[in-house]
């Protein structure tokens, strides 16, 4: 179903902001937002802004409500971790739906432009350490500092039980899906919740200059779980945006990233932990785009990009299959 929530205009987020503001610009979002780049004033100076709402006005199931995820950013803004600054949180009386507006930063967000540009070649040769940089100093933020919140929690089984329940309600079968589950349970070593995770850390949700990272982008899918889980998504295949000879989200090496991760004072990482966070990360988008070819198909929101997304299972397949047999991909 189409939302109903309006489009912003200069009026409405000049009254939020209580500033002047000289145009608002709907960007390209992902499935679940949708972004406005901002041109205001204040104090005679540009303020550039972005306004993120819900895209249908709420938050999908599983994704953390759009106050909760400002205020995780900014507490991760407030100890110092490459983030955007919230300026403001929507409330219900603005009629925007759930969301936040923040500071623009300069910088590519687009991940095959910076992993593939000549301009962004000393960025890419940097950012291995500064993305394990940010996730050391991430995951040891005090889970205290977000009990407030409605992050998700559960042990490592519980995660893997909800996944696998969520595949089954679309009553389809895949051969190699089905193994992998299997593999997953056999090797599972079931842990309570011990850090903040990011949940969606990869190329695609940085902001990126030239000379290295700008800003982590996208919390909504934050919680608390294992770190090791923000460092084998980063590896999954889907975020190497076809730079497939640089595990490490396009970019660079796994060894790289767990040494640079240990000396940044992230704990001990235990590479067989991370390959199998890498594994399950790789089914996890897998059954993500099962989730939007379904949405398509089934007439709930029929959408091309939901179903050119749905057709990529089997490139996951293809993936898992790969991981099956070298151990990596």
């Not at 550039?48 to 909760?68: E, F």
């Not at 403001?88 to 930063?105: H, W």
């Not at 640079?260 to 199998?276: C, I, L, Q, S, T």
Request: charged letters at 20%; one cysteine or more; aromatic letters at 8%.
């Amino acid at each position: 179903m189409a939302s109903t929530v309006p489009g912003p205009t200069p009026a409405i987020v000049a009254a939020l902001i209580g500033a002047e503001v000289r145009t608002v610009e709907q960007l390209s979002g992902g499935a679940s937002s949708a972004t406005y780049s901002v041109d205001a004033i204040r104090d005679d100076a540009p303020w550039p802004l972005i306004l993120q709402c819900a895209a249908t006005g709420s938050v999908p199931p599983g994704g953390l409500p759009r106050a909760d995820q400002a205020q995780l950013q900014q507490f991760a803004f407030a100890n110092g971790l490459p983030v955007a600054e919230v300026v403001r949180v929507l409330v219900p009386e603005d009629g925007l739906g759930e969301g936040y507006v923040m500071t623009r930063l300069p910088g590519e967000a687009l991940a095959p432009r910076w992993l593939k540009l000549p301009d962004y070649a000393p960025a890419r040769a940097v950012l291995t350490r500064q993305c394990a940089d940010v996730l050391a100093r991430l995951h040891q933020l005090p889970m205290a500092g977000v009990a407030g919140l409605a992050l998700p929690t559960g042990s490592t089984a519980e995660l893997l039980d909800r996944m696998f329940a969520n595949y089954r309600r679309f009553a389809v079968s895949s051969p190699i899906f089905d193994l992998i589950f299997a593999w997953l349970k056999e090797r599972i070593v079931d842990r309570p919740a011990s850090s903040i995770v990011h949940g969606d850390f990869r190329s695609g949700n940085f902001l990126v200059a030239p000379d290295g990272l700008v800003a982590v982008l996208d919390w909504e899918l934050a919680h608390l779980g294992d770190p090791h889980e923000d460092l084998g998504w980063l590896c999954c295949n889907s975020w190497r945006f076809g730079v497939w000879d640089k595990p490490v989200g396009g970019f660079g090496e796994r060894d790289e990233l767990h040494a640079a991760y240990e000396a940044a004072g992230g704990d001990p990482v235990d590479k067989g932990r991370a390959h199998w966070w890498e594994v399950l990360g790789t089914l996890k988008w897998g059954l993500s785009c099962l989730t939007l070819g379904d949405d398509h198909v089934s007439g709930r929101l029929r959408n091309v990009e939901r179903a050119a997304i749905g057709r990529r299972v089997s490139e996951v397949e293809l993936d898992l299959m790969h991981m099956l047999k070298f151990g990596s991909v």
